[in-house]
């Protein structure tokens, strides 16, 4: 059982839950999108542009490669008012979807799993957070986490989503999608301008005439998809550093 489309909310990587994906490696000729390709597991990078009639079809007619190369040039990319991330109607189709999700798909994905995962791994998410939860324990105000998605087998649910409060930040919005065998992420490689920890990442900075803002960075991992929203420019003086410590510091070590 997939998570629901609102919650692909980024411009920066094509996210696919059900593909078997992904070298670490950019490969420009192969498409993970045909199915005479048989990638190995792991997030993949690839080059939509050699091939762009078969970008998929919520993509076709997307500026995300051109905001991407925007921001990564003039530190922003110029947007209209309705293009700006609002995180408070986010936040609001989010609970509502959390409220269903816990009322009526968990129960039925939990009572397909076995007594253990049911006892033992309910409350558990798939990959290593441990870096993520130090971070926020340390410097943010937790309003909502929330565990979803599909279930893997002995591990736990492969969606997690934070709502949280920063002095410097203000709200922010942390999702993590871990990575099994029959799962996955395709990043275009085209949109990337920005690395964490050596990983492959698309940086986001949109704002208006007005001077509003918002940010969103994702990034891959070789166990999970990251990806963190939030209504600032960090690519201001005051905040650029700070950000960037703080993504890497969420990322674990490989």
Request: without cysteine.
């Given at each position: 059982m997939e998570t629901p489309n609102f919650?692909?909310?980024?411009?920066?990587?094509?996210?696919?839950?059900?593909?078997?994906a992904f070298s670490a490696e950019v490969n420009l000729n192969s498409n993970p999108?045909?199915?005479?390709?048989?990638?190995?597991?792991?997030?993949?990078?690839?080059?939509?542009s050699n091939q762009p009639e078969r970008v998929p079809d919520i993509f076709n007619g997307s500026s995300y490669v051109e905001l991407a190369k925007q921001t990564q040039v003039?530190?922003?990319?110029?947007?209209?008012?309705?293009?700006?991330?609002?995180?408070?109607?986010?936040?609001?189709?989010?609970a509502?979807?959390?409220?269903?999700?816990?009322?009526?798909?968990?129960?039925?994905?939990?009572?397909?799993q076995s007594d253990y995962d049911q006892s033992y791994l309910v409350n558990n998410f798939a990959a290593d957070i441990d870096n993520l939860e130090s971070l926020i324990s340390k410097e943010f105000t937790v309003k909502s986490k929330n565990?979803?998605?599909?279930?893997?087998?002995?591990?736990?649910?492969?969606h997690l989503t934070y709502i949280v409060t920063h002095p410097d930040y203000e709200v922010v919005v942390i999702e993590v999608q871990a990575f099994?065998?029959?799962?996955?992420?395709v990043m275009d490689a085209d949109a990337i301008n920005y690395q964490v920890k050596g990983s492959p990442a698309i940086l986001y900075v949109l704002q208006d005439?007005?001077?509003?803002?918002?940010?969103?960075l994702s990034w891959l991992t070789p166990q999970a998809s990251y990806n963190i929203q939030l209504e600032k420019n960090v690519n201001t003086v005051a905040l650029q550093s700070k950000f960037n410590t703080l993504v890497e510091a969420i990322t674990p070590d490989d």
């Open positions: 919650l692909m909310t980024s411009l920066a990587f094509i996210s696919l839950i059900s593909i078997n999108f045909l199915e005479e390709n048989k990638p190995s597991q792991g997030p993949q990078v690839f080059s939509f003039n530190g922003f990319a110029l947007v209209e008012p309705d293009k700006v991330i609002d995180l408070t109607t986010w936040i609001e189709g989010f509502q979807y959390s409220e269903t999700f816990s009322r009526k798909l968990k129960p039925l994905i939990l009572a397909e565990l979803g998605g599909n279930f893997i087998a002995g591990k736990g649910w492969d099994d065998e029959s799962s996955g992420a005439k007005t001077g509003n803002a918002s940010t969103q």
